[in-house]
C-alpha cells in the first residue's frame, strides 16, 4: 500500500503538468511547466522558470520563488536562488541559508554542502555535523560518509567523530 501522496499522479497535457487521484478526479488541473511527483507530501512545480512545491491538496505551500528545487528527503530540501544553494523544512522555512555553490539531498537525514571546494555536512534541522572542513564529501549512508582532508581518506559518522569501517560492518 502506498501512503496517500504517492498515490497521487502526475499527468501532462500539451505542455503542461497537473495531478490527479487515482479514481481519475483532478486535483491540480494542468498548469504547471513541469512537475515533479509527491515526495513527504510535497510535490516540485514551476511556472515561469520559478520552482515551489504544492501539498496533497494541490495548494501552493512554498511560493514559485526559487530558480531550482530539489525533491524532500527527511524533511529537507535542497534549494536554488541565485546561483546560491540553501536548505528548506517542509513548512518553506530556511533551515540553512543560501550562500553555498553545491549540494547534495538529504542521505540519512545529512546534507553535504560545499563552497570553494571546501565541503562541510549538516543535519537536515541546520545543525552541523562537524567543524571540520573537508576536501571531499560523499553522502552519508548507514550512518557513515567517507571524507577527504589533508590527511587523506577516513569514514565519519553522523556525530563528526571517525570511525574504522571494520568496526562498522561487524
Known amino acids: 500500500m502506498f501512503p496517500p ?3 497521487i499522479i ?3 497535457q500539451g505542455d ?6 487515482p479514481d481519475g478526479t483532478v486535483l491540480v488541473p494542468p498548469i504547471y511547466d513541469q512537475a515533479a511527483d509527491f515526495k513527504e507530501d510535497r510535490a516540485a512545480v514551476s511556472l515561469d522558470n520559478k520552482q515551489g512545491f504544492i501539498d496533497t491538496d494541490g495548494e501552493m505551500i512554498i511560493p514559485l520563488m526559487y530558480d531550482r528545487v530539489w525533491s524532500f528527503s527527511f524533511g529537507a530540501a535542497l534549494v536554488q ?14 533551515v540553512i541559508p543560501l550562500e553555498f555553490d553545491n549540494g547534495t539531498s538529504a542521505y540519512d537525514g545529512v546534507i553535504l554542502l560545499s563552497n570553494a571546494g571546501k565541503h562541510q555536512y549538516y543535519h537536515v534541522t541546520g545543525e552541523l555535523v562537524s567543524d571540520r572542513v ?28 571517525c570511525v574504522d569501517l571494520c568496526e562498522v560492518l561487524e
Open 5 to 7: 501522496s504517492e498515490s
Open 81 to 94: 536562488l541565485n546561483d546560491k544553494l540553501g536548505v528548506i523544512n517542509l513548512m518553506g522555512e530556511t
Open 10 to 12: 502526475r499527468v501532462k
Open 134 to 161: 573537508f576536501l571531499e564529501g560523499w553522502p552519508f549512508y548507514n550512518g557513515i560518509a567517507m571524507v577527504r582532508t589533508h590527511e587523506g581518506y577516513w569514514y565519519m559518522d553522523k556525530h563528526g567523530h
Open 16 to 21: 503542461k503538468f497537473g495531478f490527479i487521484h
